[in-house]
């Protein structure tokens, strides 16, 4: 069965550096999203990506967070300058409109 | 913005026992989303309701999505120990968006 892969699978990195996270969504689909979850809580929506651009995107997602689709596979989430608080897991997922989300294994993003 | 509540936020059960979570919109949902995410692991879909009133069942797993489409509950008769995890529904409106805005979550604990 098709799947979302995620790479890597945790990444530590000090206050201030700019990270990638990687994904690669389930060929077909045609939305593709960001989520995290800080531990132990809920899971927040970021943004979703549709027909190469941004759909939509919540309050989290400043100017801070940007997201690409560079080769029409890969689906990269870029955090510029990261802070204590983005600490959390990152999770991709990618749909049909309106279907199921698959959600891929996730990234550990630990900011020291 | 939306919100979407469940209760309770942790469940202890003996194992045979029964467990329900009740998630509530804060507005009105085109459909929701139940998820089950294992200690450690990623969301997983269990089953999309769309209509008012709808009752779906698989095997021991009962879905019900309220009348006036801002509610919804999960039911599991008689738990068993792989029924551990946390039960997330997701909801989205009807204004044309594709985000999932996922709720608190409840967490299931089964002892044996």
């Known amino acids: 069965e098709p799947e979302v892969t995620q790479t890597p699978s945790h990444q530590v990195t000090q206050m201030g550096q700019e990270v990638i996270l990687r994904c690669v969504p389930i060929?077909?689909?045609?939305?593709f999203y960001w989520y995290r979850q800080i531990l132990g809580q809920k899971v927040e929506f970021l943004v979703s990506?549709?027909?190469?651009?941004?759909?939509?995107k919540s309050e989290i997602f400043d100017d801070q967070f940007s997201v690409e689709r560079p080769d029409g596979s890969n689906f990269t989430l870029k955090i510029r300058s990261t802070k204590l608080e983005d600490s959390a897991m990152y999770f991709c997922?990618?749909?049909?409109?309106?279907?199921?989300?698959?959600f891929g294994p996730g990234t550990r993003l630990t900011v020291t | 913005g939306q919100q979407v509540m469940q209760i309770p936020q942790y469940q202890h059960v003996q194992e045979g026992e029964d467990f329900t979570t009740y998630c509530n919109s804060s507005?009105?949902?085109?459909?929701i989303q139940w998820y089950k995410q294992r200690p450690g692991g990623h969301p997983v879909f269990l089953i999309q309701?769309?209509?008012?009133?709808e009752v779906k069942k698989q095997k021991r797993l009962t879905f019900q999505f309220g009348e006036a489409k801002k509610n919804s509950s999960l039911h599991i008769t008689a738990t068993q120990t792989t029924d551990v995890g946390t039960y997330f529904c997701?909801?989205?409106?009807?204004?044309?968006?594709?985000?999932?805005?996922f709720g608190t979550g409840t967490r299931l604990k089964v002892l044996a």
């Open positions: 060929s077909n689909h045609l939305y």
């Open positions: 309701l769309v209509k008012s009133g």
């Open positions: 997922a990618s749909s049909f409109p309106r279907k199921t989300l698959y």
């Open positions: 997701a909801g989205t409106e009807p204004s044309g968006t594709y985000k999932y805005i």
């Open positions: 990506f549709y027909n190469n651009e941004i759909s939509e």
């Open positions: 507005t009105t949902l085109s459909n």
